[in-house]
Nanobody, 124 residues
């Protein structure tokens, strides 16, 4: 199985940027469809974006489309989430996840492996 570790979270002002990383170990990242999710206090975990195994296909939640970009480098066993024009409502714990299916998915239940999360706080 694969182990996932997120990093890059922190405190940023409204309009700022952060780049989250998700490093994989244990197995090659190339066999997994990957996703980013987030969870704010008192709310359910929500879909942020997903990227196919090759990196050629990406989907985003409407709330982040045009501001966030997912990328991956399978040779480095790493995925990234570039977050620009951050808003206070983006404040949450961000998780990366991996699923064995070929299909990209917005449903967290389809993901098999999860990182521990990294906190992103956007101040107004």
């Amino acid at each position: 199985q694969v182990q996932l570790v997120e990093s890059g979270g922190g405190l940023v002002q409204t309009g700022g940027s952060l780049r989250l990383s998700c490093a994989a170990s244990g197995r090659t990242l190339s066999i997994y469809t990957m996703g980013w999710f987030r969870q704010a206090p008192g709310k359910e975990r929500e879909f942020v974006g997903t990227i196919s195994r090759s990196g050629r296909i990406t989907y985003y939640a409407d709330s982040v489309k045009g501001r966030f970009t997912i990328s991956r480098d399978n040779a480095k066993n790493t995925m990234w989430l570039q977050m620009n024009s951050l808003k206070p409502e983006d404040t949450a714990v961000y998780y990366c996840a991996a699923e064995s299916s070929l299909d990209v998915s917005r449903n967290p239940a389809t993901y098999d492996y999860w990182g521990q999360g990294t906190q992103v706080t956007v101040s107004s």
